[in-house]
């Protein structure tokens, strides 16, 4: 026999289902089943599984209606800032569309732009009351023709019309003036590092790979100090030019002096939440760069190992272990790695990124976004992919730096990213981070978990059989978030982040906005500040912040009154995963929740953030 089993469709939080047509009302959240013993297999599946079967089985006219642009994405985008997008009012466009970062590259500009456009973004934070963190770009080993930097702010000042055919020398000497014919570079010894035959691409700053703005290069002959090379394509550069020669080991430092200087200087006032090390190749790197950022006094800042040279490829696993998140830089990546090999080096990337419960972005996926107000098929798809492969983000770099649509480009690839979480199998992947857990020892009954792995991978298998529509858990140093973010639940992460009063014999202030803002970066994570006076008491957590953290959740949309809630704490030296239901095992506040923020609770959690602000030491210029 046959039974037809009615599912709930398909409807994250913050979305409205899709109204019903005549065509589609009969098979709207509806499947066939074959029988009696698929049907209990069925039932027993967790929310995951079942809300991704019911949308890939759901009917087209399903399918292609349009879904709410403010619903909650469990992506995460981060936006490079430059010409186009340092204004107030745009920044403020972009936090309302969804940006959750913003990177600040020191490939350009000076301390004192990029200083203007934090203090833009500040002020976009405050009236957007969106939370934003901050990410320091820096140069690193980067092979660029010196004398075209900070040409990317005005590029009408550096044109250079390439022609195919024609003979083009690059040389360390960079003392000799820039042409079509000769391209002065950083670095040293450049002739006895590459061989005929080798390719060179050379395009300008954060470059899109469009044949009219870049041009492949291949070594010919080395005559003393001089490459020369065959151009293949007519092309202009503009603005600030960048050179990458594929497989050729780097031997500058990590860190120039101009970077050491920067983040002693503008990271060390401004506090930056991340610092991305660009080129990193090892973790000698990374070890190198946690010493300047200490020696600063950024102990907090987590850095972002960029992956942008096969040698940094090849050294993932031992890079991992040392930082805090992953940058796949598709752009110089792609140079060393062969097109048909990219996809491939991506998702194995990508997986490692998700087995060590690393976060990892992704960028150069919209190019074609710089100028056009919607990205091709194939980018689409990419964005997409990207997802469905384990991407905690997407970055944004030429599209937001210089674009022509940088708030729709940021409200567009969320979308992408929307549409296709809802096809993320997150009942798979939750296995596959189980059987490739923390190793220990042989036992015959698999891996053994870490304390931290247990408690995360229980409450996210709680929060699916019990269908939750949210986790909460509790944090002073964002780690219990991003433990719970590795296993990739279907439902938020609402990760209230207890401020924690800290002091020297000079100062004193409160912990806790740079680790909320490092939350930011993690799948399916939505960071919140509690009231100091609620932290622990002794080592334990009363209700009182429960309740505070249900309540706003309840004021964003996130739960109704009966939803279960799977609550992940510590009392004591116990860890505990409980459920609770909105608004019996912990009561709503019916006129701050419904007007909000008119009631106790809701005047509580604004005066309470208010006077943390006040309280928190303001960075100096």
Known sequence: SQL????????PPGRSPPPAGPASQSMMGMRRVNSQNELDKYAKQGRSRRDMESHLNAPLSQILVKDDEKALTMTKVIATLGPASRSVDTLKQMLLAGMRAARFDFSYGDKKYHQETLNNLRQAVKESRKMCAVIMDTQGPEVIVPSTINTCLKPEIMRLEMVADEEVVITSDVGRQVSSKCLPVNLPNLASLVNE??????GQYLFTGSETSSVYLTVRKIVGSDVVCQCHNTATLEGQITVHISNVKNSMP???EADKDAIKTWGKSNDVDFLSLSFCRSAADVKAARAVLDEAGLTRTGILAKIESKEGLLNLDEILPECYGVIISRGNLGLDVGPEKMFLTQKAVLQQCNMHGKPAIVTRVVDTMTDAPRPTRAEATDVANAILDGAD???????????????TCVKTVLQICAEAEKCFDYSAFYKGIMETASPGEATGVGPILSEEDALASSAVRAADKVNARLIVCFTETGRTASNLAKFRPPMPILTVVVPKLISNTISWGFSGDSQARQSLIHR????????????????????SILQFSINKAHLMGLVRSGDPV???????????????????????SGAG??????????????SSMADLRSALPTPTA
């Open 566 to 588: 799977v609550v992940s704490q510590r009392i004591g030296a116990s860890s505990v995963v409980k459920v609770v239901t909105v608004g019996l095992d912990v009561p709503l």
């Open 254 to 256: 990590s860190l120039t």
């Open 524 to 543: 399916g994570t939505v960071p919140i500040l509690a009231d100091p006076t609620m932290g622990p008491r002794r080592g334990v957590m009363d209700d």
């Open 393 to 407: 983000c997407i970055m944004l770099g030429a599209e937001t730096l210089r674009g022509q649509n940088v708030v």
């Open 593 to 606: 929740a419904m007007s909000g923020g008119a009631g106790s609770w809701g005047a509580q959690m604004t």
């Open 197 to 202: 035959g080798d390719e060179v691409f050379v």
């Open 4 to 11: 037809t089993v009615a599912l709930p469709p398909t409807c």
